[in-house]
């Protein structure tokens, strides 16, 4: 008995850890939901603090609290937030506060002797009727603005939000914004031409009539060029005469360019003694991307602009060379660090199609750790780029901590508003989530468990907790109050807690991101539904 009676204590005391862990960065992130939210401050070291107003910052930075137990609990809310922010760029902070409201609610119930796998059961089902009710409510953004509006409510940086909003404005949906590092401070951005490779030239004296134009940097534009593309290092003259001779034999006489893994030696030097006789113009070019991700941007470039790629493995070797595969394009940029080519003379059917292959694994991989999330990002960069529908923001700062933070800020602006582009818009300020309440009462009402329905009574409660924390936040209303007063104008009424105005939300203009509201509402239950039944977990440890 006494045996028994001490694994239930140990069981109850890890649980308890747990739950003060997550306790503690709960409360932290909740002061920065909403346009009056808080500044945590952190303790840089060397006597200087550091003011946090992000919750994915100071999610990141609460890593050592006092107890195991505590670090732990703290280990799985920092994830779900972290999750969300990395796949949408926003919502962590309303994750933290859903989150802690239904572990609150729903753990009374498991005091009062409800089933805690049950409760969350409830939780689960309660989740899923509220998330299909948001997506319900969602209308799709219109225009600059509106795109602009939502990533500076996220972000706080106004500048940043214009260019980011601009650009995917014009670039549509399916576009990708490339974040770039700038020697000058500021914000600036453009649209790319056509599409572009991280590369560089073989050899800057294989650059035909190139100019330099600042240090090392030289630029040589080939205009309706032959394109060439071999998924091999390219060594031996061998390898590249069948390919010079054919291309000098098409009609025009058109200038190549020659896209390898790598342009090296005796290769290298045929190139250069061809371009300096006048024979063909030559721009031989390396991409940088590496090991696989290079054999895929050789791919991509090939079917972009017709070519048939050469490898010793496809049969098609560089010394077997025939006119047939090489492909063309209208104009192609070399330069130090890039490749640009526009008006490619690929088949417009197949590059779409594998453009929606693309997009469609990029959103089904977005979910995942972070590092498959960087494979989302590139496969949507990829699809982008074969649709010529790529654009760059381009980020400065005065010191490299800056710097690094914005350029932070800026990637995850684009996949806000990237999330936003695909999935529409909501009421903001928590409005979408009050009123999916009735839509959760009404499914709880038809639940027969006891156990299951207390689990879908904690989100029921929760789904209020968003707007009660802005207006707590604010600090110019008692949230209680605010909320009855809102309740009785309807649907759609929320308050404007910067100016303490209740007003529709819609045509107010304060929106939320639908695909962040229901991606921080699905992470809460998942996370709570861990944090409820931990004691069970623990008790059989």
């Not at 250069?272 to 006048?278: E, F």
């Not at 070019?285 to 696989?292: D, H, I, P, Q, S």
Request: net charge neutral; hydrophobic share 45%; glycine share 12%.
């Amino acid at each position: 008995m006494t045996t028994r009676t001490t694994a239930t204590a140990s069981a109850a005391g890890r649980a308890d850890g747990l739950a003060a862990g997550f306790d503690t960065l709960a409360r932290l992130l909740a002061l920065t939901l909403g346009p009056g939210r808080g500044v945590v401050l952190n303790d840089a070291g060397g006597g200087t603090a550091e003011g946090l107003a992000d919750a994915a910052t100071i999610a990141r930075r609460v890593t050592a609290l006092p107890e195991r137990g505590a670090n732990a609990g703290a280990a799985v809310l920092r994830e779900a937030v972290r999750t969300v922010v990395a796949r949408h760029g926003d919502g962590g902070a309303t994750t933290a506060v859903l989150t802690a409201a239904i572990v609150r609610h729903a753990r009374r119930m498991v005091a009062a002797g409800a089933n805690p796998v049950l409760v969350r059961d409830g939780i689960t089902a309660a989740v899923r009727c509220a998330a299909d009710e948001l997506k319900g409510q969602a209308s799709p953004v219109t225009g600059r603005d509106d795109l602009a509006g939502l990533v500076a409510a996220a972000g706080g940086d106004r500048a940043l939000a214009a260019s980011v909003g601009e650009l995917l404005d014009v670039l549509g949906p399916d576009g990708a914004v490339v974040v770039e590092e700038s020697v000058r401070t500021g914000v600036t951005h453009d649209y790319v031409d056509g599409s572009r490779w991280p590369a560089r030239p073989a050899g800057p004296e294989l650059l035909s009539g190139g100019g330099a134009f600042g240090g090392s940097h030289t630029e040589l534009t080939l205009a309706d060029p032959a394109v060439v593309v071999a998924d091999v290092v390219l060594d031996d003259p061998a390898q590249v005469v069948p390919i010079l001779e054919a291309v000098r034999a098409l009609p025009g006489r058109p200038p190549l360019l020659l896209v390898a893994r790598d342009v090296t030696g005796g290769a290298a030097t045929t190139c250069l003694l061809n371009d300096r006789r006048g024979l063909v113009v030559t721009a031989p070019v390396v991409l940088t991307t590496a090991g696989v991700r290079q054999g895929e941007d050789l791919a991509d470039l090939a079917l972009l602009t017709g070519a048939t790629v050469l490898s010793p493995e496809s049969g098609r070797p560089p010394e077997r060379f025939v006119p047939a595969y090489a492909g063309r394009s209208r104009r192609a940029v070399v330069r130090s660090g890039q490749l640009s080519v526009a008006g490619g003379a690929g088949d417009r059917g197949t590059l779409v199609e594998l453009a929606a292959r693309l997009r469609t694994r990029a959103w089904e991989l977005g979910d995942g750790a972070e590092a498959t999330t960087r494979t989302a990002d590139r496969m949507w960069l990829r699809q982008a780029r074969l649709l010529g529908r790529v654009g760059a923001v381009k980020v400065g700062a005065d010191t490299e901590a800056e710097r690094e933070d914005r350029l932070r800020t800026a990637r995850r602006a684009v996949r806000l508003a990237r999330t936003a582009l695909r999935d529409g818009v909501v009421a903001g300020g928590g409005v979408a989530y009050l009123d999916c309440v009735d839509a959760v009462r009404t499914a709880r009402a038809h639940c027969t468990d006891s156990d299951r329905a207390a689990g879908m009574d904690a989100v029921a409660a929760a789904l209020e907790t968003p707007f009660l924390r802005m207006v707590a936040n604010a600090g110019r209303r008692e949230p209680r109050v605010a909320l009855a007063a809102v309740r009785a104008l309807g649907p759609g009424h929320g308050i404007d807690v910067l100016t303490d105005r209740c007003l529709p939300m819609r045509a107010a203009g304060v929106l939320d991101v639908a695909g962040v509201a229901v991606a921080a509402l699905e992470a809460a239950g998942a996370t709570a539904g861990v944090l409820v039944s931990a004691s069970v977990v623990s008790g059989r440890g």
